[in-house]
Every structure is written in C-alpha cells, then in structure tokens.
C-alpha cells in the first residue's frame, strides 16, 4: 500500500513545486515509485496528459522528476484565471465551468469527492505518493471546504511538512504564526518543517531554527540553501517572468499579457547560448532591435489583444514588421494575429467580436469545444518533425492557412504570411524537440547549441535532488509518510 507526505508552505511561492519534484526525483533514485499530486492548482500554465486532458505544468516537471507520463489524476482541480474576479475550472483534466471568485467556496465542497477519487486512484500499484499544497494553511479564513491544504490532508489522513521562505524575511513569524492561527486538528497534522532558500552561512540562523522547533514542538528537517540551478526548470509562476536571459546576439522578444498561458513554450530557447531572451512586461517597449517577437498563448486572447493595445505594443510591432523583423504567434497569440475574433457565445467573456492585428489573412470564432491532444508532424518550412500539444478553444481560417505552419496527418495547422515572416500555430511545446528547434532557428539566421533539452532538465533534477539530499533530512520526511488505509 502506499504512503504519502504532504508539502505545504507557511506563504506562497516558498518553493513548494520545486521541493515536491526534487523529492520525487530523490524517491526514484533510492528505487521507489513515486507519483506527484496537488489537489488544487491555480495556474494558466497547462500540459496535456497521456490520458487526453490538463494539469498545472508544475505537476508534469514533477512526473518527469518521477520518471512517468502525467495523468490527470495528479491534479484533480486546475483553476485558470480568465479575469480578476473568474477562472475555469478543470476538473479531472476536463473544462468544467467557469466560476467567480465569490461563488468559489460554495463550489469547493463539490469538489472533495473528485480529489480523493483521483488521490485514490494515483496511489495504486506506487510506493510514495508527494503532496504539494497551493497557497498556505494558514489563510485560515479559506478553510472551509478546503481541498488545498488542511482539508486535504485531514480528510485523506495525509502528515504535512511545513515549508518557510527565508529569502523573503520573516520566517520565524511564518512558521510560529501559522502554528498559532490553525486549530489543534489542523495543527496536529504538521510532523515538521523546513526552511527554504537560505543565502550565506546556514549556521547563522540556528537560533531561529531552534527558536521555531521550541515555539511550535514541530520537528526541524533542514535548512535549503538557494538552488541557482531552479532558472533551467519551467517556471510555474507568471510573476516569476520578466528580464532578460541569454546573452546570445540573436535576441528575442516574448510580451507577457496579463493572462499569459503556457509561457514555458520559451524554457528551451532561454537555454540557448546564441539567443538573448528578453520578456517584456507591461509598461516596457518591445525592444527595437528585435529579431523575432513571439506573442505566446493567453487565456483571455480578446481582453489580452485590447491590453496589448493600451500598451501600444501594436504599434511596436508593426514598426518591428516594417524592419523585416519576424513574428511567431502561439496560440492565443496566433489568433490575434488574425484580422478578427469573433466570441458569439461569450465563451471568453462577453460576446462579441475583436479586431486582430491584421498581419495574418485568418479569422478567428471561438467555439464551445476544448481541443486538448498531443500532436506529432512536419514543419512545413524545414520539412523537420515536430512534437506538441494543443490546448485552445477557437477555430481560425483564411488563405494564409494554404501556407500552413506544420502539417499534422496530412492536414494543414497554423498560417505563414506571403512574405513568411509572419507565423502562426496552435502547436504548444515545439521548442523542446531539439531537431526542431535547431532547424527553426537555422532558417532565422542563428544557429542552436549542441545542448539538449531534456538532458538539461534531467541533469538539473539530478542535481536538485542531490541537493536535497545534502541540506535535507528527506529519509525522516520519508519515514514520516503514513500508509494509507
């Protein structure tokens, strides 16, 4: 039977996805078999799963940490914003509906049974199963129908180490204030804890560690210091975007909407030594000497277009167009390319219609129906193989889809302008496929290093699970893990 630990963080963005895929990593090297879960995640950046549907990409970093294909079993609810005030919710890897941030927690309750449906489901026939938490136990005043954190663990009998973030200040206030707000119940359930993100002398903060283990009674597992190496795995995090990468002369431009999906498209080019990839936020230009502008996948692809105007990065990208720079359009950002969006059924919001950019010949009409699938095809430009997914609602047409991007079972995808600098896909994920990705940026003039991909990410797993195991107690995490019944 297996058993199963829980992570969870005294604050968001402790570390805990990183933590929960170096201990899945650190499992599968001691000879376990280890699965990830996370009851509930809110996260625009998706990968689609072996069984044909969705799940934040921070749990598919943790599968591949485990050596096995992402279900949607390993993250049952997907909240994925689509306004300040509404996100969809996935459920099981498929759309469910669309709820507002108020009419949530009369929802939650609805939602325990499919989690401990899949936790269940995921525990059969593995060693060890690694929970992550989303936000903290401590907001206490979620706790109600909580399938993140406490509900979770208390209802599935699952044991929590708690994680602080010591970059951010404050820690010791972390750890004892979360001790001091939950209740006995939810308290009783945190076996120990750990402190991430140390910088300089660990030695230095053995006070405050001891200080925490006496306050709160709470086994102390380990100080992590800073791992440099988290920037060559995805990002889940769209506030962990912007800057500058690389410092190669052939230099990029992705623009960060405000609901930017599935941005670790740009994982694999950040890596490469001839590229400089620079992520331009709202209030930044696109920078002038650009050689390709990538405008990536959104899942608000109308509002997105209208904030993308108030920016007045249109503009700059029709001065980038006029230079002969070149465009890549994913997704989202395909469909805005076009001349128009049409929402008939206010699938994105309220109906209507948009005026696209108008560098491609193609429309686009958004459409109840969510296309999710794993895709394998041609690079019509190269003729080179590729892989990806798609993800997206929307169906887009004109004549610039007789000049397709790839070709996928004998069918065209994507469009390619007149004058073939101007590109657009549906396809997510092309980037990681070496060939490709080399053959891609060949015929932009630049040429890709001899690194691979997934050898990066694989080697930096190793590494971050060697890490780990250096600073952290993880056979006492491991022992703490409860079978369960």
């Known amino acids: 039977m297996a058993r199963a630990i829980m992570i969870q963080g005294a604050g968001s963005n402790v570390g805990k996805s990183l933590l929960v895929a170096g201990l899945c990593r650190a499992a599968r090297l001691r ?19 072996v069984d044909g549907g969705e799940i934040g990409r921070a749990q598919a970093l943790q599968a591949w940490a485990a050596g096995v294909e992402p279900v949607t079993d390993m993250n049952p ?26 009419d949530y927690a009369n929802v939650k ?6 989690v401990l449906q899949s936790f269940r489901r995921l525990a059969e026939g593995c060693d060890l199963i690694v929970v992550e938490g989303a936000g903290s136990p401590a907001e206490v005043n979620l706790r109600a129908g909580d399938i993140a954190n406490m509900g979770f663990a208390c209802a599935a009998e699952v044991p929590v180490v708690l994680v602080g973030d010591i970059d951010r200040g404050g820690v010791i206030a972390q750890m004892v204030g979360t001790h001091a ?19 300089g002398d660990p030695q230095l ?93 959104t899942k608000s692809t109308r509002a997105d277009l209208e904030a993308m105007r108030a920016e007045g990065w249109d503009i700059d990208l029709a001065a980038h167009i006029r230079r002969n720079g070149r465009v890549l359009g994913l997704c989202g950002g395909y469909q805005m390319l076009g001349r128009r969006i ?17 560098h491609l010949d193609i429309e686009t009409v958004m459409t109840p129906d969510k296309r999710l ?18 993800i997206h609602i929307g169906r887009s047409d004109g004549p610039d889809r007789t000049r397709p991007f790839a070709v996928i079972d004998g069918a065209p995808e994507g469009a390619i302008s007149p004058n073939g600098r101007i590109m657009g896909t549906y396809l997510h994920g092309l980037f990681t496929e070496d060939l490709f990705r080399q053959a891609f940026l060949a015929q932009l003039g630049t040429q890709s290093g ?33 079978h369960l019944n």
Not at 109 to 114: G, V
Request: hydrophobic share 40%.
């Open 181 to 199: 707000v939950l209740t006995p119940q939810d308290r009783a359930m945190i076996r120990g804890f750990a402190i991430n993100k140390f910088r």
């Open 342 to 358: 049409t929402d008939p059924h206010g699938i994105e919001g309220t109906a209507g219609e948009t005026l696209g950019l108008g």
């Open 373 to 390: 699938t794993r895709v394998t095809g041609i690079h019509a430009s190269t003729d080179v193989a590729l892989e990806g997914y798609e």
């Open 77 to 102: 609810v997907l909240l994925k914003p689509e306004s300040e005030r509404g996100a969809q919710v996935i459920v099981q890897g498929q759309r469910w509906q669309t709820v507002r941030a108020a």
């Open 205 to 297: 903060f053995d006070d405050g560690y001891r200080m925490i283990a006496e306050q709160t009674g709470w086994q102390g597992l380990g100080v992590i210091p800073w791992f440099a190496k988290a920037s060559q795995l995805p990002a889940e995090d769209a506030l962990d975007l912007g800057g500058a990468s690389g410092s190669g002369t052939f230099k990029i431009a992705c623009l960060v909407f405000s609901r930017i999906a599935n941005f670790d498209d740009m994982d694999p080019l950040k890596l490469e030594p001839n590229v400089r990839l620079t992520m331009v936020r709202s209030g930044q230009p696109i920078p002038g000497d650009t050689d390709l502008v990538i405008l990536p996948g």
């Open 31 to 49: 000879g376990m078999t280890v699965r990830p879960f996370k009851p509930q995640n809110m996260s625009n950046n998706a990968a689609v799963t």
């Open 109 to 114: 309750p609805k939602l325990m049974a499919p």
């Open 450 to 482: 001899p690194q691979s991909y997934a050898s990066t990410v694989d080697t930096t797993l190793d590494a971050l699970a060697a890490h780990l195991e250096t600073h952290l107690n993880i056979t006492g995490i491991f022992e703490m893990a409860q």
